[in-house]
Nanobody, 123 residues
Framework: QVQLVESGGGLVQAGGSLRLSCAAS????????MGWFRQAPGKEREFVAV????????DYADSVKGRFTISRDNAKNTVYLQMNSLKPEDTAVYYC????????????????WGQGTQVTVSS
């Protein structure tokens, strides 16, 4: 069993930065691929970024490539999402997810999900 708790969301102006964190409980964190998703009001949840259990593989949605960076610290059971050059269209609730493989996570098949953290980007 893995429990995920996101933090770091908030209100930021366009062009600004935020770093989201997702803290995981459980000793099996390092065996899971981790991902970030987001859901804006009235829209479906969408994939943002994923990282393999070792950190050797990362993938991003085209909309965030070059602006967002996913990383993880297995010693701290935490995955991060550094978000730079934020745009109003990045406004959403951001969720982290844990899955058995990066491909599984990308397809939305995470085994565990957090409750989300709100990110609001003002223009």
């Amino acid at each position: 069993q893995v429990q995920l708790v996101e933090s770091g969301g908030g209100l930021v102006q366009a062009g600004g930065s935020l770093r989201l964190s997702c803290a995981a409980s459980g000793r099996t964190f390092s065996t899971y691929a981790m991902g970030w998703f987001r859901q804006a009001p009235g829209k479906e949840r969408e994939f943002v970024a994923v990282i393999s259990w070792s950190g050797s593989r990362t993938d991003y949605a085209d909309s965030v490539k070059g602006r967002f960076t996913i990383s993880r610290d297995n010693a701290k059971n935490t995955v991060y999402l550094q978000m730079n050059s934020l745009k109003p269209e990045d406004t959403a609730v951001y969720y982290c997810a844990a899955g058995v493989s990066p491909n599984t996570v990308v397809r939305g098949g995470g085994n565990y999900w957090g409750q989300g953290t709100q990110v609001t980007v003002s223009s």
